[in-house]
């Protein structure tokens, strides 16, 4: 269920970025910018949530539930930050 919802918030937070994209000018730049830097932070973040979690002995679905999260987490700010702007 949390892997659906975040995947519906995400199309928001695509969608949005669009807008925000096509607008043109120096948002459109910080945004782009700011969306490939926060993939690689993402990326590390979660690796890192990942590898804990397996090195204390956790099942695969605990591991991929932690790793689920951290993305969750900023796909809902994204989509938080993109709305109210």
């Known amino acids: 269920m949390k892997a659906w ?7 928001s937070v695509v969608a949005l970025r669009m807008l925000r ?11 782009a910018s ?3 830097t ?3 932070l993402a990326a590390g973040e979660a690796q ?3 590898a804990t979690a397996a090195m204390h002995g956790h ?3 605990v591991v991929a539930g932690k790793t ?6 900023r796909v809902r700010a994204n989509k938080r930050r ?3 702007q």
Do not use: D, P
């Open 5 to 11: 919802q975040m995947g519906l918030e995400a199309q």
């Open 21 to 31: 994209l096509a607008a043109g000018g120096s948002r459109a730049e910080t945004e």
């Open 34 to 36: 700011r969306m490939v």
């Open 38 to 40: 926060e993939k690689f």
């Open 48 to 50: 890192l949530a990942a």
């Open 59 to 61: 099942k695969e679905h």
């Open 68 to 73: 689920l999260s951290v993305y969750s987490k």
């Open 82 to 84: 993109l709305s109210r």
